[in-house]
């Protein structure tokens, strides 16, 4: 069966993480996590750890990364790394830049970190404020191996996310983490 990566960035938020990770289920998804609210909530940074999802970086503060020198970036992607490695006891193997802002200093940093960036294939726009319904109809257009952007803090996302599961399903389609 062909795998399809879900991904959601942003988190964790107490208002919405608990309620993704019981409509996920038993499938599995990778989190982008963001320092400054993994810091403000290392129990649910703990929880999507423990419900066996790939937990990634996702910066500090959120920043369009091309836009900073080399040691500022250096320290948006150090700082999370080792937060959440102390959190989860695992250093992440994945990095997605916030807005998907890379370029070759992005990549340089990443590789100085042993990251993976990765990007996507289908974005849902739920950060725009797309409906559950767009979000399916969005979702719906993923192919075999590719990468579903979602993000946290989203009701319309969460309220998504079983029907999502059910159209996979019904294609033949698993879903899963990015594999690094």
Do not use: C
Not at 85 to 102: E, I, Q, S, V
Not at 140 to 146: E, I, N, R
Request: aromatic share 6%; no cysteine.
């Amino acid at each position: 069966m062909d795998t399809v990566a879900l991904t959601f960035d942003d988190g964790p938020y107490p208002g919405t993480t608990s309620a993704l990770l019981a409509a996920l289920g038993e499938a599995k998804a990778t989190f982008f996590l963001w320092g400054e609210h993994a810091e403000a909530h290392p129990s649910l940074v703990r929880g999507i750890a423990a419900a066996g999802h790939v937990i990634g970086n996702h910066s500090w503060t959120h920043p369009r990364l091309t836009a900073l020198d080399a040691d500022a970036r250096d320290q948006e992607v150090r700082r999370t790394q080792d937060l959440l490695a102390r959190l989860t006891g695992t250093r992440p193997a994945l990095f997605r830049p916030p807005y998907g802002d890379t370029d070759a200093a992005v990549a340089d940093t990443l590789t100085g970190h042993g990251l993976t960036e990765v990007l996507w294939t289908v974005d849902t726009r739920d950060w725009d404020g797309a409906t559950a319904d767009e979000i399916v109809t969005a979702a719906s257009a993923v192919s075999p191996g590719g990468v579903v952007l979602m993000h946290e803090g989203r009701p319309a996302t969460v309220e998504a996310v079983p029907r999502i599961l059910a159209g996979l399903a019904a294609r033949g389609l698993r879903p899963g983490p990015v594999r690094g």
